[in-house]
């Protein structure tokens, strides 16, 4: 019996019902303490509809987290590329609200990953240094006026448009995780650098790869974000950063997971637990700060689940 249970718990599948067992929790524990307030049928929807937004970008980040990178630009990525986005949806329609984010992101990702690789610096200071170039940007694109996206063109905010591009974006990146040379070079690098390298993997390119597949998901994710929530301001001194950690939380449960093979699942379920716990909090009445505190602990619950701590490392 023991024997196997111990190879049950290194099956994908014990990774799954893992997954599964948490989210019932979490939705278990508010509803008992709310049960006429929380999680009905028609409310999970509802969460969900948010979930599923930043797990997209929570599959882009997953490819620089993989390899120990970070990306604190994402935000300022969407931001950017959602302002883009209501631009262009004026004057092509559709096409300019999918295209020009698509395209914007795509770039920012090229540029992070460029500037990283040439700077030899870590990642976390140039997507920093990064993100206030796109606040900038942002600005200068709105000429500091709100973007409001026209109601001919919010498709993607709700169902079951919504879900389609997702679901679209969630089977690419496990596609391009399970059967490219981008994904098992992108594993490689993570699991060890070092041995990579000399097995010929050209490390530097292929981090700019995932730079460049993180950028082009912030762009999906923004096509979204500005259909839910239909309009856009733009940033500056730093206030997109808040948008980073919600969908980094979600590539943090990927990494967790990645040992049963099923990242992108992971990341999906993990966005679903994350949404139940801000509304669960929101639904008891707790302030904005306790929102904060109980975000700031999964965050580092998280790291510390899927980190390894390693002498004389350093941070990437």
């Known amino acids: 019996m023991d024997t196997k249970f111990q190879k049950f718990k290194t099956s994908q599948w014990y990774g799954l019902v893992l997954l599964a067992g948490l989210l019932i929790l979490f939705w278990g524990f508010f509803k008992i303490l709310r ?29 620089i987290c993989t390899m120990g990178l970070f990306d604190f630009s ?3 990525n969407i931001v950017l590329s959602s302002v883009l986005a209501v631009t262009f949806s004026e004057k092509f329609g559709y096409a300019g609200l999918i295209l020009a984010p698509l395209i ?32 900038s940007l942002s600005v200068f694109a709105t000429a500091g006026s709100e973007k409001v996206l026209g109601k001919s063109y919010r498709m993607f905010g709700s169902y079951p448009w919504n879900l389609v591009l997702a679901v679209l974006a969630y089977l690419l990146c496990a596609f391009i995780l399970k059967y490219t040379k981008i994904g098992t070079y992108t594993n490689a690098i993570g699991s060890n650098e070092l041995v990579a390298k000399n097995m010929g993997v050209d490390v530097k390119k292929y981090k700019v790869v995932a730079f460049t597949l993180c950028g082009m998901f912030a762009g999906i994710m923004s096509i979204l974000t500005i259909s839910y929530g239909t309009s856009m ?22 990494l967790a997971f990645k040992k049963y093979g099923h990242p992108v699942v992971a990341i999906v379920v993990g966005q679903l637990i994350i949404s139940l716990l801000f509304n669960g909090f929101v639904v008891l009445g707790a302030p904005t700060t ?20 390693t002498k004389g490392l350093v941070v990437k």
């Open 233 to 254: 301001t733009s940033a500056s001194n730093m206030s997109s950063l808040g948008r980073n950690f919600t969908p980094l939380m979600g590539a943090f449960f990927g």
């Open 74 to 76: 994402i935000g300022s």
């Open 290 to 309: 306790v929102q904060n505190i109980v975000t700031g602990l999964t965050l580092l619950i998280i790291v510390c689940l899927t980190t390894k701590p």
């Open 104 to 135: 914007s992101g795509t770039l920012m990702g090229i540029c992070n990953g460029i500037i990283y690789i040439k700077l030899r610096i870590p990642s976390m200071i140039v997507t920093t240094g990064l993100a206030l170039i796109y606040e």
């Open 35 to 63: 049960p006429a307030t929380f999680g009905t049928p028609d409310k999970l929807v509802l969460y969900a509809q948010t979930a599923i937004i930043y797990a997209v970008g929570g599959c882009g980040l997953y490819y």
